[in-house]
C-alpha cells in the first residue's frame, strides 16, 4: 500500500511538472537547433539577403582568428584567477560561520547580498571603487600606504583582469558559501565529539573530518566556478568593454561583439564561436566528472 501511495504521489507531481518540462525542452532543443544551423551559414542580421550555406566556413575562420584565440586566452586566465579565492574563500568563511562565530546570522546575510543585485549594478560600484580620482580604494591607499593611483586599474593591461575577478568573487562569494554551509550541515555532530575524546586537534577534525566530507559541496562549486569563470561576459561588457588593449576580451565578450556590434553582426559566425565555447565547457566538466568517478572507483 505505501508503495502504490509513494507512485501515486510521484505521478501526481510529475503530471504537474509535466508542461513546463516540455515547454523548457522544446525550447532548448528549438535554441540549440537554430545555433548550430545559423554556425553553418553567413548570416548577417543586417544583411539577411545574403544568407548562403557555407558548412564549416565560419568553423575553419573560428580556427584561423587570431582574436578569438586571444580571446580564449584572456577567459583561461580570468578562470586560473578566479579558481582560488572562488573555491579556497567561501569554504573558509562557511567553517568559520558553522564553527559558531560571533554574528554568523548577520554575516550569512551579508554575504548574499551581492547575490540581490545585478550585474550592471554591481559592475558600476566597483567602477565607482576603483575609480582614481573619488574611488574608495585609493582613497584607503592613500590614508593607510601614502599611495595613490594615478590611473584606474581597470585601465592598466597588467591589472585589469585580477581587477576584474575580484569583483567576480565579491559577486558570487554568497553563493559558494551557502553550498559549503548546506554541507557542512550534513556532517554529524557526532564525529567531531569522537574526534575530541580521541584528542583530535582542531585542525585534525577539519582535515580528516571536515575537508574529506565536504568533498561534495567542493565538486560542485569548483565546477561552477569554472562555468561561471568562462562564460562571463556581463562584467567586461559593463566595466571594460574588453581593453585596455583587448586584455579583457574574453571569448564570451568577442561572440557578443562579433554577433551585435561589429560589421553587419554576424551572427553566424557568432554561432560558431558560441558552440566552440560550449563544446571546450562541455569538455572540461566532462573531463572533471570522469575525474570524480574515476577517483571514487
Do not use: H
Not at 75 to 93: D, E, G, M
Amino acid at each position: 500500500m505505501t508503495g502504490s501511495r509513494q507512485v501515486r504521489r510521484y505521478f501526481t507531481a510529475y503530471t504537474f511538472l509535466l508542461p513546463s518540462l516540455v515547454l523548457i525542452s522544446v525550447m532548448c532543443i528549438y535554441l540549440v537547433a537554430s545555433t548550430c544551423y545559423l554556425s553553418l551559414t553567413n548570416y548577417q542580421f543586417l544583411a539577411p539577403e545574403n544568407t548562403r550555406f557555407i558548412g564549416l566556413g565560419n568553423y575553419s575562420e573560428a580556427l584561423r582568428d587570431p582574436i578569438f584565440w586571444k580571446a580564449m586566452g584572456n577567459s583561461a586566465y580570468f578562470l586560473i584567477l578566479n579558481i582560488p579565492l572562488a573555491v579556497v574563500l567561501p569554504l573558509f568563511l562557511a567553517v568559520m560561520i558553522n564553527t559558531g562565530l560571533k554574528g554568523g546570522t548577520f554575516f550569512r546575510t551579508s554575504f548574499l547580498i551581492p547575490c540581490m543585485l545585478s550585474v550592471s549594478v554591481v559592475a558600476l560600484i566597483w567602477m565607482w571603487i576603483y575609480n582614481p580620482v573619488y574611488g574608495i580604494l585609493n582613497d584607503f591607499l592613500r590614508r593607510i600606504f601614502s599611495l595613490s593611483l594615478k590611473t584606474s586599474l581597470l585601465g592598466t593591461p597588467q591589472w585589469a583582469m585580477p581587477s576584474l575577478a575580484l569583483v567576480s568573487v565579491w559577486l558570487r562569494l554568497g553563493y559558494s558559501t551557502l553550498f559549503y554551509l548546506v554541507g557542512l550541515s550534513d556532517i554529524s555532530p557526532d564525529l567531531y565529539e569522537a574526534a575530541s575524546i580521541d584528542g583530535a586537534t582542531s585542525w585534525q577534525s577539519l582535515t580528516r573530518i571536515t575537508l574529506p566530507l565536504l568533498k561534495p559541496s567542493f565538486a560542485i562549486v569548483f565546477l561552477i566556478v569554472t562555468v561561471n569563470s568562462l562564460r562571463e561576459l556581463a562584467l567586461m561588457k559593463v566595466m571594460t568593454e574588453g581593453g585596455p588593449v583587448q586584455s579583457t576580451l574574453t571569448a564570451m565578450l568577442y561572440v557578443y561583439k562579433v554577433a551585435f556590434q561589429l560589421g553587419n553582426w554576424r551572427l553566424g559566425y557568432a554561432s560558431a564561436l558560441a558552440l566552440i565555447l560550449s563544446g571546450v565547457i562541455g569538455i572540461l566538466s566532462l573531463l572533471y566528472f570522469t575525474a570524480m568517478y574515476g577517483e571514487k572507483r
